[in-house]
């Protein structure tokens, strides 16, 4: 588990403590229906809660990652996001934000507007090429996500011959790429459900534990996916419990970040695992 710190304008996180990111959806159609915020109201009301439950970051998005979502005008997603930061700021002003894009201009103008610190980009640098010079001039830790395809694509078919391997091998390729940009704060995210089976997914978390070799911090994604509600034959509604006993899982395997809906039981699960790990045997 990677136990040092990241610079967020100028303040160090310390990693070795896990942290708890709540997603704040700016989208209408985001596939858990629950966290979607379309309104100003509902961005305060969703923030003020995430904050009050003990987010540490909150990630905002405005361009929908699910299987098969519609492709967003850039135009469109800066209009959401502008409207949610501006609200979002109003209640929570010096709060801990990332910003999920995969657009250059778009994670700009929220670095230069709204004074996010964080840039989550599911693509890893490849659908915009400008994203990681944007990252190194403004100095914002980067989240790389392994995607297999696009939002639109992604899940027609996915095919690997060693997922575990080859997500590191293009994991790597990218931190390569970073470090020439002069990147100093990579965080990594293996991509749960993104370009992967459910099979994938759960060879994947039950491996997790080899991403330490990058000595980087390590998000995941696993919030209420399809690797949950499809092995339980449940709905993303349902899938709070299932959710919480893979975050444990992550967590006991190294994981940094749990990006997560429901941050109240994210924070405990932190809770009790920090507890348990004060006794393990060395």
């Known amino acids: 588990m990677f136990t040092g710190t990241i610079n967020v304008k100028g303040h160090l996180m310390d990693l070795s403590i896990p942290r708890v990111m709540g997603i704040v959806n700016l989208t209408p159609d985001s596939f858990f229906e629950g966290s979607r915020t379309p309104t100003e109201k509902e961005v305060k009301a969703r923030v003020t ?3 009050d439950e003990g987010a540490d970051i909150l990630d905002v998005g405005a361009y929908s990652s699910r299987p098969g979502a519609d492709d967003v005008p850039v135009g469109e997603e800066m209009t959401r996001l502008r409207q ?20 250059a201009e778009v994670a700009k103008m929220c670095i230069e507007e709204y004074g996010v610190g964080m840039v989550n980009d599911i693509t890893g640098g490849d659908a915009d090429k400008q994203m990681m010079e944007i990252v190194s001039s403004t100095r914002v830790p980067y989240i790389i ?6 939002p639109q694509t992604m899940q027609q078919a996915p095919h690997y ?5 080859e997500v590191m091998m293009q994991l790597a390729e990218k931190v390569r790429r970073l470090h020439e940009h002069e990147v100093c704060d990579v965080i990594l995210d293996p991509g749960f459900g993104f370009g992967k089976t459910v099979e994938h997914n759960y060879e994947l978390l039950a491996k997790l534990e080899a ?11 696993l919030s209420r996916k399809s690797m949950v509600y499809k092995t339980l034959d449940i709905t993303p509604a349902d899938a709070l ?42």
């Open 49 to 51: 809660m995430l904050l």
């Open 84 to 103: 949610g930061l501006r609200a979002l700021r109003e209640v929570a002003p010096d709060a801990v934000v990332s910003v999920d894009t995969f657009r």
């Open 145 to 150: 996500m392994h995607m297999q395809g696009m």
């Open 161 to 165: 011959d060693d997922v575990v391997k």
């Open 211 to 221: 991403f330490e070799i990058f000595e980087l911090p390590l998000l995941v994604g």
């Open 241 to 282: 419990n299932g959710t919480t006993v893979l975050h444990t899982l992550a967590l006991s395997k190294g994981a940094n970040i749990l990006r997560v809906h429901d941050v109240k039981e994210a924070v405990e699960a932190i809770k009790l695992w920090k507890q348990v790990k004060k006794y393990k045997f060395e």
